[in-house]
Each structure stands twice: as C-alpha cells, then as structure tokens.
C-alpha cells in the first residue's frame, strides 16, 4: 500500500519522465512546490520499496511497479477532474479538487464515474439534457 504523499510523487515522477525521460529532484521539486532534501527524502524511501530507480545526484526513473501505480492514480485524477469540470468547476478548482478526492475515492464510485463520463462525451442528448454548458 502506498501512502498519498507517495502516491503524489509517483504520479509527478510519471509526468516529468513522459515528457523526458526521467526526472531529476529539481524537476519534482518545481512540479509538487517542494523542497529538494524532501523530494530527495521521497525518491529514497520510494527506492527502498521498489517503485523507482534512484541514483543519488543523479535521474529517477520508475519500475515496473512504480509505473502502474503512478498510471492508476493518473487516470483516477484525469476521470475525477473531467468529472468536476462537465459539472462546470473552473478548471484550476476541478485541478486542485481532483488531487485530493483521488486518493480517497472508491473504485465503486470511480467505475459509476467512468460510466457518467463516457456517457457524457458519446451522447449529445445527455449533454443538452443536464445543460452543462460545456462542449
């Protein structure tokens, strides 16, 4: 089990490392607001459970493991965000919202979620219906 904090920084390792490679301290500490001896602290203890790989002063890169972590909580982040902003939450709000609710949301409610969503985008009557005012 991982912990949210983890879970925060496996899902920004996982951004940085798409766009280019890897990730260095700097870069997630730019991306999570924080400072370089705790995101130094994380990649330790992220290491030591075997979700990345981290040389000291040098790139993070996640295994295997890390990746699929770091890949659900991305999805759960991009379904809860998409949900709050057909409800018509300004996207900077649906963006902070979606970080906190993503750790604490039942897969019950997330597969009711998806369904919502994938109902949303494919049906315009359903758009027209509920007068979301978003297209």
Known sequence: MTTYR??????????????KG?????????????????VTEMFSRLSERGLV???????????????????EID??????????????????????DACMIEHRVHQETLDHLQSFIVSFKDDPKIRRKLDFGHG
């Not at 879970?7 to 490392?17: Q, R």
């Open 6 to 19: 983890e879970e925060d920084y496996l899902e920004a390792i996982l951004h940085v490392v798409n766009r």
């Open 53 to 71: 790989n981290y040389e000291k002063y040098g790139g993070v890169t996640l295994t295997d493991e890390g990746r699929k972590v770091g890949t």
């Open 22 to 38: 890897y990730a260095k301290v700097t870069d997630i500490s730019k991306h999570l607001g924080c400072s370089a001896a705790t």
């Open 75 to 96: 999805a759960r982040h991009q379904l809860i965000r998409d949900f709050l902003l057909v409800l018509g939450v300004p996207e900077e709000v649906a963006e902070m």
